[in-house]
Every structure is written in C-alpha cells, then in structure tokens.
C-alpha cells in the first residue's frame, strides 16, 4: 500500500490510479490540495486585477502555497500567470525605482535621509539596489559627488604624471580636446553653466542641465587626459599640453557633455568633452573646492 507523502497514512490505490496518476496524496489530502489549488487560482486572479503584485499579495500567496505543501507539479496550472505577474510587477517596481533616484539625484547630492528613503522604498518592492543595476551604479557616483560636496575629495594613489611637491592628484579622466576653428567667429551657441570662481560664491548644486558642446564652430583637435590636482588642471594630451595653475582659474562652465576652465589672459577658449554627467558635475565641483580651500588659507 501506497503512503501518502502528507499525512504519512497508508491509502488503497487502483491499479488505474496508479498507472496513470501516480499518486502519492492519500484521498483526502488530494482534497485539499485541490482545494489549495483553486484558492491560490482565485487569489491570483484577484491580485491581477490592478497588474501589479505587492508584497502582501506575494505573501499571501507564498502562505498558501507553504500550508498546503503544494509542490512545483501542482502549481504548474497557475504558474504561467502567475510568474507573468510577477515580471510585470518588477518591472513596475523597477520604473517606480528609477523615477524616485530621478527625483533624489537630481541636486547632485544624497543625504542619509533620501538614501534611508530610496533603500525602504526598494525593501517594501521586496528588492535591493544593488540589484538594478544602473540604479546601483549611478547611486555610487552620487555617493562620491556627495562626498566631495562634504569635502571629502579623492585621492589618486597612482598617475602617470609627475607631480609636484604637496601635490596631490583628485581625478584622472580621458578627455577629447575641443578647439573654436581658426578664422571663424563664433557665435552663440552653448553657454552651459557657469560658476564664477571667487570667494563667497557658493557652488550651485545640480547642474545636470547645462546644454550640449556643439562641435558646429568647433572641432576636435586632440586627445588626452584631464587630471585635477590640488594645485592646477593639467589636459595631458597626444599634441598638446595646457596648464590651468588654481589661482589663475575666473570660472567653470559646466555643459551637458563637457567643460571649460576659463583662466587669465585666455584667448581661445577650450572645451573638454566628457561623455559622463557625473563626471563633469564631480570635476566642476571639485575644482570649486579646490578653490575654496585655497581662499581658506
Ligand atoms: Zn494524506
């Protein structure tokens, strides 16, 4: 005789039954397995009604699922719907996720508050950050950007430049080199976000807005790297080599795919494309850092 794999009760099989069901539930709890089974098909078609699973529908059903002992076999009838529910609803959570880090990120800062925020938000979707990816990237960029803010710049242990003595280098970055065309006057165009580098000017947060380089009057003359010490910024580059020392520095202007270090008794401007908006808010604010702790001295 036959025992059945719930209740561990011996029960009478037919030959039949045994051929073609294989069972290993006695009658009884066939009965309730079956039972179990139209509850979590009703539940489900409940919960679907908004597209959207919560985690307290989730539970409610792993509940079911658990006091009733129903194996993979058994749910097989319901697990195509409910599985597409589930992706649904990630990736809805997913979206709701990149809307918030939207809405937190986009003064360039994160306090312990808003990243408290963020981290329950994804806890109640019964998910973690660290598992969206460019959520989880970006949010370590403006966790960097957010320490420099506090004044807790970076330090590069390694460069392939020869510093001075007390220099320390902050940044490494490459860089394509940007140059107005000889002979033609330009006009207009990008103005970006400028920060005026003298004292008292407080830096302006957020400057993911800045406009686009526009390489219409201008050309990409050189390659390089861009290197932000605590005493110049040095553009390193295959032809050429331009040094901006921190105390000759009147302003940054900050664009959406680049920069500008204006200094005394410039005459051409030069524009640094950046492919990263990170990455030009963390060198323009760096750079306004820099300055500050000089004019702090
Ligand atoms: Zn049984």
């Known amino acids: 005789m036959p025992v059945c794999r719930k209740c561990g009760q011996e029960f009478h099989n037919s030959l039949w039954e ?3 069901w294989r069972n290993d539930l006695c009658p009884s709890c066939r009965v309730r397995r079956n039972e179990a089974i139209r509850l979590l098909s009703s539940r489900l078609d409940q919960f679907a009604n908004d597209g959207y699973l919560d985690i ?16 993979e076999q058994d749910l097989s009838p319901v697990m195509t719907r409910l599985n597409e529910l589930r992706s649904r609803t990630r990736a809805e959570n997913i979206r709701l996720l990149r ?6 990120s986009s003064d360039g800062y994160i306090d312990d508050e808003e990243l408290r925020s963020l981290h329950e938000m994804a806890a109640s979707m019964g998910i973690t950050l660290e598992e969206i990816d460019d959520i989880a990237i970006r949010l370590r960029r403006l966790l960097d950007l957010t320490a420099i803010h506090d004044g807790k710049l970076p330090v590069l242990d390694d460069v392939d430049i020869i510093l001075k003595p007390r220099e320390m280098c902050h940044l490494a970055y490459p860089v394509q080199l940007v140059e107005e065309r000889s002979h033609t006057h330009y006009v207009g165009g990008s103005r970006g976000v400028s920060i005026r580098l003298t004292k008292h000017i407080s830096y302006r947060v957020g400057g993911f807005h800045g406009q686009r380089i526009t390489v219409k009057n201008l050309e990409i003359v050189d390659n390089g790297e861009l290197y932000v010490t605590n005493q110049r910024i040095l ?3 295959e032809r050429r080599t331009y040094v901006y020392p921190l105390g000759k520095l009147v302003a940054v202007n900050k664009y959406a795919n680049g ?4 200094k005394e008794g410039e005459k ?18 760096l750079v ?3 300055i500050e702790k000089r004019t702090e001295r």
Do not use: N, S, V
């Open 18 to 20: 045994r051929i073609f």
């Open 56 to 71: 307290r529908e989730e539970r409610a059903l792993q509940e079911i699922m658990h006091q009733y002992d129903l194996t």
């Open 99 to 104: 809307k918030k880090f939207e809405q937190i």
């Open 235 to 237: 553009y390193a580059g």
């Open 259 to 262: 920069i500008r270090f204006q």
């Open 268 to 285: 051409r401007p030069k524009y640094f494309l950046i492919d990263d908006e990170f990455l030009i808010e963390e060198i323009a604010l």
């Open 288 to 290: 306004y850092k820099l």
